[in-house]
């Protein structure tokens, strides 16, 4: 029976979930496995390392640490902007999900952290960085 191997391409479910048991994200929950092909760097390192070697049908759990997960949040991604800078029609408030484009038109997801008189608060890190990560992996399919 094959093995997962690196550069296979793959079909897994999985379910992610905090040290603290909340799951925060689950293709089981959607129905529908991702696909994806091994060392092209699409998921986190620690989610592929999980996979080498699995069966299909093979269930395993693996717990990966925030190094091989989102990192550490990083200070340079926490700003404080003007709010004279924001759309007139936006009332910034904490944990509200604003939208940011950099100089050469990438995307950027910001959570607000604090809302000020003139200012607010914003935070480019992933919402996970800084966490360790457990998932629960099936290998459905190796394509």
Same mark, same amino acid.
């Given at each position: 029976m094959s093995q997962v191997k690196e *550069?296979? /391409? =793959? /079909?897994v479910h999985y379910t992610g979930k905090l040290a603290t048991g909340e799951v925060f994200d689950s293709s089981v929950e959607r129905g529908e496995p991702i696909e994806f092909t091994m060392g092209q760097g699409q998921l986190i390192p620690g989610f592929e390392k999980g996979l080498i070697d699995m069966k299909i049908n093979e269930k395993k759990t693996v717990n990966i640490p925030k190094e091989e997960a989102y990192g550490e949040p990083k200070t340079e991604l926490i700003q404080e902007v003007p709010k004279s800078q924001l759309p007139q029609d936006i009332e910034p408030k904490v944990g509200m999900g604003l939208v940011s484009q950099t100089q050469s038109g990438q995307?950027? *997801? !910001? !959570? =607000?952290?604090d809302v000020k008189e003139e200012t607010i608060v914003v935070d480019g890190n992933h919402p996970l960085a800084g966490k360790d990560l457990i998932f629960d992996l099936e290998v459905v399919e190796i394509l």
């Open positions: *550069n296979d /391409k =793959v /079909k995307e950027i *997801n !910001l !959570l =607000v952290t």
